[in-house]
């Protein structure tokens, strides 16, 4: 599953648009992963693209990422 661990480096280099298309890929080899939905809402969510990270991030657990993720946005938005 290297698109995947391509994916997730491209995230930490802030290439989020390559990550998707690398997630797509992944995704069409392995549909219903949960590491790959997550970093598909991970993505999402830092091109502020919430509604579609709420759609990849359906699991609990996600959800309870993305919350947290959006807390700390909305606190970072609210200080500056």
Do not use: C, Q, R
């Amino acid at each position: 599953m290297f698109e995947l661990e391509d994916a997730k480096k491209k995230i930490t280099e802030n290439k989020y648009t390559e990550a998707l298309v690398l997630l797509k890929i992944a995704e069409e080899k392995y549909p219903n992963n949960m590491d790959i939905s997550f970093h598909f809402g991970k993505s999402y969510f830092y091109i502020n693209k919430y509604d579609l990270a709420k759609i990849y991030m359906h699991n609990n657990e996600n959800i309870k990422a993305l919350d947290i993720l959006l807390s700390i946005s909305t606190s970072e938005i609210n200080n500056t």
